[in-house]
């Protein structure tokens, strides 16, 4: 699958973003989706994930409350709608598939996701 990602951009501390990952090839509604950032000078580290159907998620305990991601099977589309954005978000962003929904752990630690996009850069400034 094949999967690009959209939506960042400069926002102040306090608002807010959309990022979007559009998917093609396989079968979308068979992959758990997932966003993962990666700050400069930083190692890439998860922010959310969702099962196939977007009913199931997790978060990192950074972005809980203030994040949420969804998905469109019908459009094969991902989303992560980030509100009360603070500068420590700013990195680039990307979005990744898994043909399994794993658990929390195992995406915090870097596991899981067998394909992925190229990022978008969010920057946020205080």
């Known amino acids: 699958v094949q999967l690009q990602a959209s939506g960042g951009g400069l926002v102040q501390a306090g608002g807010s973003l959309r990022l979007s990952c559009a998917a093609s090839g396989r079968t979308f509604s068979g992959y758990s989706m997932g966003w993962f950032r990666q700050a400069p000078g930083k190692e890439r580290k998860f922010v959310a994930a969702c099962d196939w159907s977007g009913r199931s998620t997790y978060y990192a305990d950074s972005v809980e409350g203030r994040f949420t991601i969804s998905r469109d099977n019908a459009k094969n589309m991902v989303y992560l709608q980030m509100d009360s954005l603070e500068s420590e978000d700013t990195a680039v962003y990307y979005c990744?598939?898994?043909?399994?929904?794993?658990?929390?752990?195992?995406?915090?630690?870097?596991?899981?996701?067998?394909?992925w996009g190229k990022g978008t850069q969010v920057t946020v400034s205080s």
């Open positions: 990744a598939a898994d043909s399994l929904f794993r658990s929390r752990s195992a995406y915090s630690t870097g596991g899981g996701m067998n394909y």
